[in-house]
């Protein structure tokens, strides 16, 4: 595994931990979590050549039975799952910079027409989500008003945005990034990407980029900007809350 932050590792096996150890293997770890809300009552990650974690609400381990039964394995879970109506959403890709490339990235200089946005750019962003379609704003998920947002820029133009949101109340900067149709392929969501990030780190904070696990175009674009992968998450689907 590449050398990530401490952040990372510690967020996440403390996240996954649990108030009662169902079943613990090399390979598989199933935990009972008294403290899960309903949109996170199922959570699964599964880390890279590591061991797959789970954390169940108590409420759902009750509907499980889990007292009279074992779960050893996902697929297994996944089978009394959907006995019960329930099921998982589809897992994510979570990306994190190894401690070498966020090295790279705070020693990379500054790229022209690329810069923070403010709400002096509310105009030019007003006119990127017009030209914008729905669906493409939804899954991105870019606002002026997070925490961070940067732009390239052709012209006068916002061609490509990009914004940060701090993520469940922790250090993680959450990247939402959106490129228009006639400028994709030309590296503005790469280079947009950096620089947010940079000032993310310089600021303390820990850069993270989800995707889909069958969005080929936005797991290149992490592949291009040095990301590794860390883990695959995965929630319950929100059809079961």
């Given at each position: 595994?590449?050398?990530?932050?401490?952040?990372?590792?510690?967020?996440?096996?403390?996240?996954?931990?649990?108030?009662?150890?169902?079943?613990?293997?090399?390979?598989?770890?199933?935990?009972?979590?008294?403290?899960?809300?309903?949109?996170?009552?199922?959570?699964?990650?599964?880390?890279?050549?590591?061991?797959?974690?789970?954390?169940?609400?108590?409420?759902?381990?009750?509907a499980l039975m889990l007292s009279k039964i074992e779960i050893t394995n996902l697929e297994q879970l996944e089978v009394y799952l959907a006995e019960k109506?329930?099921?998982?959403?589809?897992?994510?890709?979570?990306?994190?910079?190894?401690?070498?490339?966020?090295?790279?990235?705070?020693?990379?200089?500054?790229?022209?027409?690329?810069?923070?946005?403010?709400?002096?750019?509310?105009?030019?962003?007003?006119?990127?989500?017009?030209?914008?379609?729905?669906?493409?704003?939804?899954?991105?998920?870019?606002?002026?008003?997070?925490?961070?947002?940067?732009?390239?820029?052709?012209?006068?133009?916002?061609?490509?945005?990009?914004?940060?949101?701090?993520?469940?109340?922790?250090?993680?900067?959450?990247?939402?990034?959106?490129?228009?149709?006639?400028?994709?392929?030309?590296?503005?969501?790469?280079?947009?990407?950096?620089?947010?990030?940079?000032?993310?780190?310089?600021?303390?904070?820990?850069?993270?980029?989800?995707?889909?696990?069958?969005?080929?175009?936005?797991?290149?674009?992490?592949?291009?900007?040095?990301?590794?992968?860390?883990?695959?998450?995965?929630?319950?689907?929100?059809?079961?809350?």
């Open positions: 595994m590449p050398d990530f932050h401490s952040i990372v590792t510690e967020y996440w096996f403390k996240k996954m931990s649990g108030d009662v150890q169902h079943f613990e293997n090399e390979s598989f770890c199933l935990a009972i979590n008294n403290l899960l809300d309903e949109s996170n009552s199922i959570m699964v990650l599964g880390v890279v050549n590591g061991k797959t974690r789970v954390t169940l609400s108590s409420k759902v381990a009750e109506k329930l099921k998982l959403h589809g897992p994510d890709n979570l990306y994190y910079f190894s401690h070498q490339n966020q090295l790279k990235l705070l020693n990379e200089s500054d790229k022209k027409n690329i810069r923070p946005l403010t709400s002096e750019d509310k105009n030019a962003f007003s006119q990127f989500e017009r030209l914008a379609s729905k669906d493409d704003l939804e899954n991105a998920y870019v606002e002026l008003e997070h925490w961070l947002v940067y732009g390239a820029f052709e012209g006068q133009q916002l061609v490509c945005a990009a914004s940060m949101y701090d993520w469940d109340n922790t250090q993680f900067a959450d990247i939402g990034v959106l490129t228009l149709d006639p400028f994709r392929g030309k590296g503005y969501a790469k280079k947009v990407i950096s620089a947010m990030s940079k000032k993310a780190i310089q600021l303390g904070y820990e850069p993270q980029y989800r995707t889909q696990i069958d969005n080929q175009a936005s797991i290149a674009l992490a592949n291009s900007l040095g990301l590794s992968l860390f883990a695959k998450w995965d929630v319950i689907s929100p059809d079961c809350k």
